[in-house]
């Protein structure tokens, strides 16, 4: 059983963000991302999703959370893990009613975060120029595959596609000869890194509008910033003009900077300048390598990279792993174990910075999540709420943002309009208080 430490929800919200309103009308996970940040950062964020099926991630298993009788439920570990400190309001963005229910909260909210195809919400009265009428200081993220202009625009965006079509698949991979081919990579690192690049864009609008009192909408692509991360490999082509190839878990201007076998399985051997490779000679009883000018500088070694990382794998694979990180480690030489997520989830550095937290679930009893990597001396993430089930607030946020009566929610639930979660003794309780 996963050992992470539970976590007490406050009461109140905390943190930098506290007080804030953030209506998030994103799904999949470039939009999520950035709100899930936002409410780690004690924002309140209002989760806008379809009725009857919700994000569409919540179907995007197995594996599913499983309830305390060990069954699946409709939670998908995927959309866990980009939704909590949020509220499920479910509503119909297609009838008139929704839309105007959406209107209210957006009178009322700070940030609005969408990543619907570029034009739809313009098409509903939604669009950040309809809004900042009735919110002069709204702050509108849009986010879509490919921006709101250029010839790209009206495209859908999937982080696939946004890997291949921007560069890093060609970078991504063991060459041909080696038998590779373009690879993705293991997750979804487009969408998030997309979602990273809007919460910062969020925050500089934040900053601004305390100066200025103005918003502003923020026009975010999955295109533009995958290919902002191309970085050094990015750069390194313009400035040469040479096209780089896939190198496996090689580095283009570091040598010897990947995986190397050991006698029972590979490591990793991450040496950044030559005083660290000449430390790996003296460990690996080979300074004849280091005082050879083929691979004496990092510049020679990257030149002569074909005929030194034979070489080296041919020393490598006469020990176990663990004892080459022993002894590398005590000379304070860059390596490490290529670990399975067992390995991470139970490694004690994991465990001590607080990276798997154990939240209350209302339908699992706990759910097990990755925590935040943002640690900050005076204002702390916290963890208020687990990722909502469908719905879950719909009553609640209605009653307490707009000021809507029952009566009036449940005609909008009969006529379709709403939809909150099955569990009326709950939502009862918390309308009356």
Known sequence: MLQGNSVTQPSMPTGPLAGLLVLDLSRILAGPTCTQILGDLGAEVIKIERPGTGDDTRGWGPPFLRNEAGQ???????????????????VDLAS?????????????????VENFKVGDLKRRGLDYDSLKICNPGLIYCSISGFGQTGPYA????????????????SLTGFPDEAG???????????????????????LAALNHRNMSGKGQHIDMSLFDSQVSWLINQGVGYLVSGEVPGRLGNGHPTIVPYETFPASDKSFILAVGNDSQFRKFCEV??????????????????????????????RLTIEKPAAEWIKLLEERQVPCGPVNDLA????????????????????VAGEVSLIGSPIRMSETPVTYRRSPP?????????????????????????????????????????????
């Open 284 to 313: 690996a009883g080979a300074l004849e390598l280091f005082d050879d000018e083929r691979f004496s500088t990092n510049a020679a070694r990257v030149r002569h990279r074909d005929e030194l990382v034979p070489i080296i794998r």
């Open 389 to 433: 089930c469908l719905g879950e607030g719909t009553f609640e946020v209605f009653a307490t943002h707009l000021g809507l009566s029952e009566e009036t929610l449940l005609g909008l639930k009969q006529a379709g309009v709403i939809q909150w979660a099955d569990r009326e003794e709950e939502v009862e309780r918390a309308y009356r208080g």
């Open 96 to 112: 008139d009613a929704g839309q105007k229910l959406i209107k209210g909260l957006a009178a009322k909210a700070d940030i609005l």
């Open 180 to 202: 590779g081919t373009e690879t993705k990579a293991g997750v979804g690192i487009a969408d998030v890194m997309c979602g990273m690049y809007a919460t910062v864009s969020i």
């Open 154 to 169: 009206s495209r859908a965006g999937y982080d696939f596609l946004i890997q291949g079509m921007g560069g890093i698949m």
């Open 343 to 362: 390995a991470v989830f139970s490694d004690p550095q994991v465990l001590a910075r607080d990276m798997l937290i154990r939240m209350p679930h209302p």
């Open 72 to 90: 699946d439920t409709h939670e998908s570990a995927y959309y866990l893990s980009s939704n909590r400190n949020k509220r499920s309001v479910a």
